[in-house]
């Protein structure tokens, strides 16, 4: 019963250790196109040696939602649209505490994966449905449903909307 | 203090809140207005990020040196460099720009020099920057472009630093502001604070000047209500003198009655002519109907001064009402009226009452009734008071003359009668109908009357009377008179007529009495001899009543112990009370009658209870007394029955058929009529009884054709009254009206008899 067992847990083991390898390619593609994201640390899906890179087709693939905030950085609300940062961190099986966000102009800062649960917090890559340039803070740019709640309309918060965002670690 | 506010201390709670609130809200209102302003402007600081404008002013200056960098780099780099990574630089410099051109607070900057100067440099940078970089893989290789943009690049680090250094003292003037905006609502806010506690304490000011103003009224009117109080008690004190002063001539006055009365009872036993018998009866009814009026005057002293109390017990009421009728009744047959008293069925037979009062009220409404109706009939009811109401209501219900609304008004003031002009002919001390409500209010009841001109009067009376338990059957004593054995009875009274009348009192129930004049005397008398009793008058010379009960009290040996009988005519309860407390056993009221003193003797235990059944002794104990307790409770006395007979016959008619006919005819006509068993009139009657609608209806209407022909007319009123009923209704005749008609066929033999006589003169 004992050897059994044993032997049935080495078998699915092997299994899925063979089922990670070449299913990697099944799971998440290689980007196509030139990469604008990159996924590193606690993450299951990887399609680039240890990265898990998104090009603006994959990004475009996720379910997308969008909402209209006001911001500090913008005069008026504007509309936000893009995949959340759910969706994103699950694509690649993502697993911690804390997302390390690095932008294009070297900005570092640090989400605690709560927020991702509790805010409907969003990678958007369209303001007002047009997509984003860099020199328009894009093209990639988290964003919170800053008007849905006060505590939201912090520092704290205001300090996490990272844009030209470039990298995610995983820690 | 004078505040404009003279009428502050008749402020009520309702003014005193809307004062306090609206002192409140006006300085609430202000403070919570700030505290709104206050909560906005960090709201505000916090979601425009106000003070990133520095940073934001740093970064743009940090990111054009990481960019000129990558220039220098790219012209210096031995081979051909990444023009993506170049044009991702000049992206994120431009990224930089919108952020300190496009954000909520940009006014901050916009109005100094150096923005606008700075912002204009750069555009034109971006302007010649933009082509060039529109390819960015020749723009890496090409050298000369790369030149040219570093060149452009260069003037700008001067202008981006002095930027940043305007954009640090564009916050810190924002921040200045703030703080400016915040301390002077700090300001406001203490000064409101001071002001609302400045008109507090005016408020308290004025509270406690209400306050002691109205603690100085309250001692006013404690002295007020204690001065009041004296007051009173003097006007109590002069009241009971009065009371005492009535009292006393209700003695002298009722003394000589109580001679007078009894010498007129002891009369009638003789033998007399009928002519004497005529003027005794006269007398005794002129001196009864005398002491009824001074009851009635009696009562409405002792009711004003309050001493009146109600002596209650349980009390028959059906036997009350039977036996007024009975008295009643004479009264209304004297005069032709019908007096219907009925009791209803549901009544309650025992209610706990003052039985002489209660009857003295029925007296009087139904005397009053039967006054003032010349023809017709008097009807008084008992009933149980209507659904959810307690006690019971009489209706006293007549025919007679009415009254206008003027009279009703005034109908229960003192000595008023309804008509002046009556007074005369009915007589009456005009005190009946205001004793009789203050009796009924007494009773927690009080009487309605409604009235028409022409058509007759309601008397409504409502009373509280409390169901009460039948008491229960008392042995009846075997004999009648109630009497075993002789006493011996020390009588102290000083006036010569009354003592007459005690004596052969006293010797007709077979009694021993030994006479003295005072109180002295008695105690005297009582140490020589024994005596089973002591009759004590109340009012004597030398020694009272009272003195005299309380010195035999005071003597040694079983002549201490004798039985006293208080004999009074005092109604004020209150001498009641003092005699039971010097140690009187009983009392007799005055003037004295055999009955009264049977009863009190044997209340004393010298004599068994006399034979009165439970019921007639529970209902009144001098229910068939010979002496009245108020002028109401006589008969009617009518003046003259010819002043009813008009309305009975038609004399003109009558004359009439006296002239046609020969006197036997007309004794034969008026034996068909009024003769049993076959006149009319009879055979009337027993149809009535036998219910017989058709034989009713036939025989009344005969009665009404002969009745017409003689000018009989209360006879034709009632038959056709009754054909009425039996012929063009389905109702039951009334009995009553059967009783009616007897009555009125006697009253009209009568007035025949009358008129023959006067024929005859």
């Known amino acids: ?171 | 203090m004078t505040f404009g506010w003279p009428n502050l201390a008749r402020w009520q709670g309702r003014q005193w809140a809307l004062a306090l609130s609206l002192l409140l809200a006006i300085t609430l209102v202000p403070l919570g207005w700030i505290q709104w302003r206050q909560y906005r402007m960090l709201e505000y600081v916090s979601v425009n990020q106000v003070d990133s404008i520095m940073w934001q002013a740093y970064q743009l200056e940090r990111e054009m040196g990481r960019l000129e960098h990558s220039v220098m780099e790219a012209i210096q780099a031995p081979g051909p460099v990444d023009g993506y990574a170049l044009l991702e630089r000049y992206e994120v410099f431009l990224s930089r720009i919108d952020l300190l051109t496009k954000i909520p607070r940009r006014d901050l900057l916009e109005t100094s020099f150096e923005y606008t100067a700075t912002i204009t440099k750069i555009e034109a940078f971006v302007a010649l920057a933009d082509p060039l970089f529109a390819d960015p893989l020749a723009l890496a290789s090409n050298r000369e472009q790369l030149g040219r943009i570093d060149a452009a690049l260069e003037p700008l680090k001067p202008l981006l630093g002095d930027l940043t250094r305007e954009a640090n003292r564009a916050v810190a003037r924002f921040v200045d502001e703030r703080n400016a905006q915040l301390q002077q609502q700090g300001m406001l806010v203490i000064g409101l604070a001071a002001m609302q506690i400045v008109v507090m304490l005016i408020f308290v000011g004025l509270l406690v000047q209400h306050i002691r103003k109205q603690q100085r009224q309250y001692t006013r009117l404690q002295k007020l209500s204690h001065e009041l109080a004296e007051a009173r008690d003097q006007a109590e004190a002069a009241n009971h003198g009065k009371s005492i002063f009535l009292a006393n001539m209700s003695h002298e006055i009722r003394t000589p009655f109580q001679g007078l009365l009894g010498m007129l009872n002891l009369l009638d036993d003789a033998s007399l002519s009928s002519q004497q018998r005529d003027y005794l009866g006269t007398a005794r009814d002129s001196a009864l109907h005398l002491l009824g009026v001074l009851n009635d005057i009696l009562d409405v002293s002792t009711l004003e001064s309050g001493t009146l109390k109600l002596s209650v017990a349980p009390v028959h009421l059906p036997g009350v009402l039977h036996e007024v009728d009975g008295l009643m009744q004479v009264a209304a047959r004297d005069k032709g009226l019908t007096l219907n008293m009925y009791a209803a069925a549901d009544l309650p037979g025992w209610v706990t009452a003052d039985a002489t009062r209660l009857r003295q009220i029925l007296f009087n409404l139904i005397s009053n009734a039967i006054k003032f109706t010349p023809e017709g009939s008097v009807m008084a009811e008992l009933t149980r008071a209507p659904d959810g109401q307690s006690g019971v209501v009489l209706t006293v219900r007549d025919t007679g003359m009415g009254m206008d609304p003027e009279t009703l008004e005034r109908l229960f003031t003192r000595f008023y009668q309804a008509d002046n002009s009556l007074r005369r002919r009915i007589g009456g001390t005009g005190l009946g109908l205001e004793i009789s409500r203050n009796l009924v209010r007494m009773m927690g009841g009080d009487i309605e009357v409604s009235s028409r001109p022409g058509v007759g009067s309601v008397f409504t009376v409502r009373l509280q009377l409390p169901e009460a338990l039948a008491p229960a059957e008392e042995h009846v004593s075997a004999t009648d008179s109630g009497q075993t054995r002789q006493l011996r009875v020390l009588v102290a009274e000083d006036h010569p007529i009354n003592l007459k009348y005690m004596s052969i009192l006293l010797n007709k129930m077979g009694h021993e009495a030994t006479f003295c004049e005072n109180g002295q005397e008695a105690l005297q008398l009582l140490a020589m001899h024994t005596f089973d009793v002591v009759l004590l008058d109340y009012h004597m010379p030398v020694l009272d009543g009272l003195a005299t009960t309380e010195a035999i009290r005071r003597l040694d040996g079983p002549a201490s112990q004798i039985k006293v009988i208080l004999v009074t005519a005092d109604v004020v309860n209150d001498t009641r009370k003092r005699a039971l407390d010097v140690g009187v056993n009983e009392f007799a009221s005055k003037p004295l009658q055999a009955d009264d003193l049977q009863r009190a003797l044997a209340r004393c235990g010298l004599l068994d209870e006399p034979g009165h059944s439970s019921l007639l002794g529970a209902l009144n104990t001098r229910a068939s007394g010979p002496f009245p307790l108020s002028s109401y409770e006589l008969p009617v006395r009518l003046p003259d029955l010819s002043h009813s007979a008009a309305g009975l016959v038609d004399t003109e008619s009558y004359t009439e058929i006296v002239a046609m006919m020969p006197e036997d005819s007309l004794d034969e006509l008026l034996k068909t009529v009024f003769d049993p068993p076959e006149g009319t009139v009879h055979v009337l009657l027993a149809a009535l009884a036998e219910g017989d609608r058709s034989a009713v209806g036939d025989n009344a209407h005969k009665l009404k054709g002969t009745c017409m022909l003689m000018g009989f007319r209360s006879l034709v009123k009632t038959s056709a009254q009754i054909e009425h009923l039996a012929t063009q209704t389905q109702e039951v005749v009334p009995v009553a009206l059967g009783q009616q008609l007897l009555r009125e066929m006697e009253l009209t033999q009568k007035a025949l008899r009358h008129f023959e006589l006067r024929q005859a003169v």
């Open chain 1, 1 to 171: 019963m004992t050897a059994t067992t044993t032997r049935r847990n080495f078998t699915t083991g092997l299994l899925l250790a063979g089922l990670s390898i070449s299913g990697a390619a099944l799971a998440l593609d290689a980007p196509k196109e030139r990469a604008i994201l990159s996924i590193t640390g606690k993450i299951v899906e990887k399609n680039a040696g240890d990265k898990a890179r998104f090009d603006m087709r994959m990004i475009e693939a996720l379910p997308q939602h969008s909402f209209t905030t006001s911001t500090p950085w913008f005069d008026k609300p504007v509309k936000f649209t893009g995949p959340l940062l759910s969706d994103v961190l699950a694509a690649v099986k993502a697993s911690g505490s804390q997302i390390s966000a690095v932008a294009i102009n070297d900005y570092k800062i640090s989400i605690p994966m709560g927020d991702v649960g509790k805010y409907k917090v969003i990678v958007a890559r369209q303001i007002d449905d047009k997509s984003i340039p860099v020199r328009e803070k894009g093209p990639l740019f988290v964003v919170y449903p800053f008007d849905s709640a006060a505590e939201l309309r912090t520092s704290t918060y205001y300090e996490r909307s990272i844009w030209q965002l470039k990298a995610l670690d995983v820690q």
